[in-house]
């Protein structure tokens, strides 16, 4: 049973264009979300993050919005830069309890010259 | 670079054989957290430490053991390997569940 989905493994932009990407989750009790980008053979570096008590959180040119009734967050990258390119994981936790990251798949996400 | 050290960088063994990973958080952070990145799959939550103790754990081998020491070091034992256990390790570690986890660079596996 996944609990955290990222529907679409890859995504392409141009840059300067605005990158969006989706995810879904099915478990209600989790309070704090999380995006993570991803190099090859790196480990994940922290974008940005969003507690259930809010709507949107901003820092500089990533934007999460989180929709709590569809259960679905989305990262906006505006704009997108070649530097972004890489995969971008959400993960989902309940805060309130241990705080152990539910990660989603996967978006690869590739911002054209 | 995220605080977060692991080591050794890769491992290659064989099958049954025994290893050891190991993780030192960034100063000051309380839990740590390790987690499996197999071949197509999502990164795994396999079990978490909060000073010294064992707090949670996900789907984590009954081969699989861990523990944190009081320096808060924390060591993943793999025992028994199986070609499947051939994975990236992370270890992440943060000041409390309501923060972001900074993740070291990671520990690839290859059992053959």
Known sequence: DQQVKQ??????????????????????????????KKYPAEGPTFL?????????????????????????????????????????????????????????????????? | DSGVTQTPKHLITATGQRVTLRCSPRSGDLSVYWYQQSLDQGLQFLIQYYNGEERAKGNIL?????????????????????LGDSALYFCASSSSSYNEQFFGPGTRLTVL
């Open chain 1, 7 to 36: 529907n679409s493994p890859s995504l392409s932009v141009q840059e300067g264009r605005i990158s969006i990407l989706n995810c879904d989750y099915t478990n209600s009790m989790f309070d704090y979300f999380l995006w993570y």
């Open chain 1, 48 to 113: 940005i993050s969003i507690s259930s008590i809010k709507d949107k959180n901003e820092d500089g040119r990533f934007t999460v919005f989180l929709n709590k009734s569809a259960k679905h967050l989305s990262l906006h990258i505006v704009p997108s830069q070649p530097g972004d390119s890489a995969v971008y994981f959400c993960a989902a936790s309940r805060a309130s309890n241990t705080g152990k990251l539910i990660f989603g798949q996967g978006t690869t996400l590739q911002v054209k010259p």
């Open chain 2, 62 to 82: 009954e081969r699989f053991s861990a523990q944190q020491f009081p320096d808060l070091h924390s060591e993943l034992n793999l025992s028994s390997l199986e």
